[in-house]
């Protein structure tokens, strides 16, 4: 069997295979499962400062409801229980992964404001998480905000989490960052110790019969690898030491050999064990080995990067030959 240990944001891991947030990380009966299935570390689901913080001041409604009641002076209103919502859920699920995981356990932020960001960082990383990602998402409407000051707030993020806590910590981008390249290397100074590539959104749906917006889940596939293997190619010959992770389109080992061929440290899956169960990650780390062996790799270090932009014959390939070539084929 193929070496499968491998480092990640200076993480130790068994494999490089990573089980991101999902409903599956949510549970430790199922993260129990993922462990056991050979993933190398989880990631909990987001912490979303909008959700904790409107569960929270719902709550503290609910507690005050009674103070204009006279019959409540005498029988105050029981107090409530908050482990099932707001922060104290994700700080309880953290408590608890890393009591009973031996893997690393990642928890993701994506937050609303500059200062959320730092305070619930700091506090999942109290909670004991073993690295933090922060999942840099915003839809940006204002018509005064230039991509170059969205960047800006990206990086004013990364440098603030950097400072307030003392693990690793991976950012999670999305694809529509138009200077990759150039926001790496910022990232990377802002204190960055890996990229995650890419950020899934799903976008509003149309209900035609009800006439209102709504929202679906939709599952990815192997094809949407592709846009982070390029990028994933290129930087691995640009970002020494800068950590890289590929996610969306991960769905089997094969999969996993060719983001580690172009340079990735690890994958990220979520919609095949949504699709096939934990239990899918072993297959897909057989998979993996059975390839490295077939091609003469003793690892999967040994296999990292073979074809990043470094390595290939022609690194126009990761640019605009790929596009070329089958926009005029026939």
């Known amino acids: 069997m193929a070496d499968l240990t491998t480092s990640y944001l200076g993480l130790d891991l068994r494999a490089p295979i990573i089980a991101s947030a999902s409903p599956l990380t949510g549970q430790l009966d199922s993260l129990l499962a993922l462990e056991r299935a050979g993933a190398g570390a989880v990631v909990l689901p987001s ?3 909008e959700e904790v913080e409107a569960e929270e001041m719902a709550a503290v409604d609910m507690m005050e409801v009674g103070d204009g009641f006279a019959e409540f002076d005498s029988a105050p209103l029981a107090g409530i229980d908050m482990s099932g919502m707001g922060t104290q859920h994700h700080l309880d699920l953290v408590a608890e992964a890393t009591a009973n995981l031996s893997v690393p356990v990642i928890a993701s932020v994506n937050g609303s404001r500059k200062g959320g960001w730092v305070d619930y960082a700091k506090e999942l990383v109290a909670a004991g998480a073993n690295g933090i990602e922060l999942n840099l998402f915003s839809v940006n ?3 005064t905000e230039s991509s170059a000051d969205v960047e800006e ?5 990364i440098s603030a ?3 307030g806590i003392d693990v690793p ?3 999670k981008l999305s694809q529509h960052i138009t200077g990759l390249s150039a926001f790496a290397l910022r990232a990377q100074q802002a204190g960055a110790d890996g990229l995650v590539l890419f950020n899934r959104f799903y976008g509003a749906e149309v209900d035609l019969d009800a006439m209102a917006l709504t929202s679906k889940l939709a599952l990815s596939t192997s094809d949407e690898l592709r846009y982070p293997l390029r990028w994933i190619g290129i930087l691995r010959a640009q970002r020494e030491g800068l950590g890289l992770a590929a996610t969306s389109g991960v769905h089997s080992g094969l999969d996993a050999v060719k983001a580690i061929l172009v340079g990735a440290d ?3 899956t979520t919609s095949e064990v949504l699709h096939a169960g934990p239990e899918r990650i072993g297959g897909m780390i057989a998979e993996l080995d059975e390839w490295l062996d077939a091609h003469g790799y003793p ?3 040994e ?3 073979a074809m990043s932009a470094a390595n290939v014959p022609d690194p126009g390939q990761f640019e605009r030959a790929q596009y070329m070539k089958v926009i005029t084929s026939r």
């Open 47 to 49: 912490l979303f400062q």
């Open 141 to 143: 409407t204002d018509e």
């Open 153 to 157: 707030r990206y990086l004013e993020i």
């Open 161 to 163: 989490v950097r400072a």
């Open 169 to 171: 910590l991976a950012v």
């Open 266 to 268: 690890v994958v990220c």
């Open 299 to 301: 690892s999967a270090n």
């Open 303 to 305: 296999a990292r990067a």
